[in-house]
């Protein structure tokens, strides 16, 4: 299994394009999320999804707007760049489904490293 | 190069000597936490968890405290090797699934050889 991966792993844009994050997850997992990583902080929940077409709000989601067509991917995009959203970008899944426990742990992408000038 | 985690908190330590990294949280209802190490040009990588109803819990050269009273965790790293520089992270653990956690500052721990 590759995991979690992410594409691309960088970029630099100009305030107010566009641009969309790729993640992709091969574990079957039914949740995913999308965090951003700031420099000398800890990783804030963006977005997140329980399943396909089911997407819901995080702690900092103005912004970036999400879905979920299909149990696999789940793209961030960025609607209007700003420097402010100069971060790391991490997504991850956990198993979630029938299964589901509160125990359950994320599974973490290598990051994209945005920077909006 | 890297600028996440520049303005950590910084833990030294001798290559062999045990490594004690603290946390505190301020949610007394909070019930379950977990550790995430993440090196350099990486996403955080689970270490171990551990359950309120737990006070410590053991893994493989590691060791979480959860002391519910003052709020605080630790994770003990035992006969820390060049292999354990990197940021950790404490976390909390909120909504069933694990879809959503809460990620603490982190701590990043440099071992000397």
């Known amino acids: 299994n590759a995991g979690v991966t992410q594409t691309p792993k960088f970029q630099v844009l100009k305030t107010g394009q566009s641009m969309t994050l790729q993640c992709a997850q091969d574990?079957?997992?039914?949740?995913m999320s999308w965090y951003r990583q700031d420099p000398g902080m800890g990783l804030r929940l963006i977005h997140y999804?329980?399943?396909?077409?089911?997407?819901d709000q995080g702690e900092v989601p103005n912004g970036y707007n999400v879905s979920r067509s299909t149990t696999e991917d789940f793209p961030l995009r960025l609607l209007s760049a700003a420097p402010s959203q100069t971060s790391v970008y991490f997504c991850?899944?956990?198993?979630?489904?029938?299964?589901?426990?509160?125990?359950?742990?994320?599974?973490f992408g290598p990051g994209t490293r945005l920077t909006v000038l | 190069g890297e600028s996440v985690g520049l303005h950590l908190p910084t833990l030294s330590v001798q290559e062999g000597d045990n490594s004690i990294i603290n946390c505190a949280y301020s949610n007394s209802a909070s019930d379950y936490f977990i550790w995430y190490k993440q090196e350099s040009g990486k996403g955080p990588q689970f270490i171990i968890d551990i359950r309120s109803n737990m006070d410590k819990r053991q893994g493989q050269r590691v060791t979480v405290l959860l002391n519910k009273t003052v709020k605080h965790l630790s994770l003990q790293i035992a006969a820390t090797q060049p292999g354990d520089s990197a940021v950790y992270f404490c976390a909390e653990g909120m909504g069933t699934g694990g879809f959503k956690t809460i990620f603490g500052a982190g701590t990043r721990l440099f071992v000397k050889a």
């Open positions: 991850a899944s956990s198993r979630g489904g029938a299964r589901v426990k509160d125990t359950d742990t994320q599974y």
């Open positions: 999804s329980v399943g396909a077409g089911i997407t």
């Open positions: 574990m079957n997992h039914e949740y």
